[in-house]
Every structure is written in C-alpha cells, then in structure tokens.
C-alpha cells in the first residue's frame, strides 16, 4: 500500500486543495488525516467536507476537539481561543458531530496514526526532538508512529536493538528493519519551519520509505480570507513565512 498522509490543515482550504491535487499524481491507494482539521484559519466546513470525502481514516486533533468539548479550552492561548470559537459558530450539528466521533488514534497498515504523542495522545503533549521522541516510542507496538501537532516534518528512528534515537534530516528516508520510526509529514495548512509550502508525507509500505513533499499553495488567497473573517491577524500573516 501506498499511502498519503496529510495532518493539520486549520481550515486552510487553498493549501489542501493544492495537497489533494499533488497527491493525485503520487499514485496513493489512500490518504489518512492526523487531525486538526479545523482552527485558526477561514474554511472550517469545506475542509470537513474534503477530508470526508477523500480519506480513508482521520484521528481526532487537539482544534477539532475542543471545537466540540469545552474542557481542554483553558490551555488554549487567546488567539487561538477566539479562532477556535469562531469555529465553533460556523460549524453545523452534522459537522460538529463528525469532529467528535473521531478517534483519538487508529491502527492503519503497520502503523499507528494519533495527532499528538503516542504515549499519552490526550495530553496533546509536542515531539520536537529526538530526546522527546524517545519517550513515545514505549508508547506503541507498531514499527512506526505518525504524528502531527508541531507543524514541523520529522523523521525519528529507535532501534530495536539498544534503544539509541536519532533523527533523519533526508525528505526520503528508508526506514530500516530493526529500527522504529515516529513520523510528522508537518502541517498543510499552517506549515511552522520556514518553509511556507504546504506539507504531507507518502509513505509506501512495501518499500519502506517515507517521502517528505512540499507544494507551493496560494497562501495570500487563503491569509486574505482570514483577515476578512475578522480572525486574528497573526494567522493570516504566519502563512507566507511559514512561522
Ligand atoms: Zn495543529
């Protein structure tokens, strides 16, 4: 199988749009979403609906959870929590009763999918290192984990052997019997690296190797539509510098 994995959109029709187009010719027989479908930008309902329609399986982000469920708010920051309740306004019951029926994590080929840490997947809590990562690895029995939540692409490995971790620096990367992996194919819509392209990983099962792809999207287009909105104006203006 080959597979397109895409994570944190945040409402950001014009790069998942661009996400979708560029996985059509990357031959996938499916594509998973790692949650955070919605928040900080302007397109809640139509990115529902695409992740609906075009991926086989989605897990539950820390936005689309508390788009439905009041009790992790208090951990939001303002801004967030005023994009978020913005959300919450926009979004039909048919909606918000998707976004609460999605699974915290999901078993998927040979992998494990959950937007924020394997080990305690409802702390939301961030792996940024090969120091964080190695926490997490206990947290799973597959021989890969895929991730969202930084915004950042990552490759970690563990070996089997003495338990050493690291991190790939490569876009592809093969990913070795004996070692374990946690994978971020960083965010499509709200991309935090430097680079604004929009983010996803293909990860192709029977040859072991996972590809880190960026696309250039119309990213004035989609900060427009925040500022529009009235959302605030730090969300719009992120996008072209991918901060
Ligand atoms: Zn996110």
Known sequence: MRYGIIADIHSNLEALEKVLSALEGENVDEILCLGDIVGYGADPSECIRLVREKCAAAV?????????????????NPDALEALLWTEDRLNKEEKSYLAGLDIQKSAGDFLMVHSSPL???????????????????????????VG??????VFFCSEKNGS???????????????RHII????????????PGASFAVYDEAAREVEIIRVPYDAGSASKKILEAGLPDKFALRLEGGE
């Open 149 to 154: 939540h930084t915004h950042i692409p990552a």
């Open 165 to 179: 971790c690291g991190f790939s620096p490569e876009e592809r990367v093969f990913l070795p019997p004996g070692m």
């Open 60 to 76: 539950c982000g820390n936005h689309d959870y508390a788009a439905v469920n009041a009790d992790i708010r208090e951990y939001f």
């Open 120 to 146: 305690f997947p409802k702390e939301w809590s961030y792996i940024y290192t090969a120091v964080d990562a190695r926490k997490h690895f206990p947290g799973f029995d597959e021989g890969a984990c895929f």
């Open 184 to 195: 971020n194919p960083g965010s499509v819509g709200q991309p935090r690296d430097g680079n």
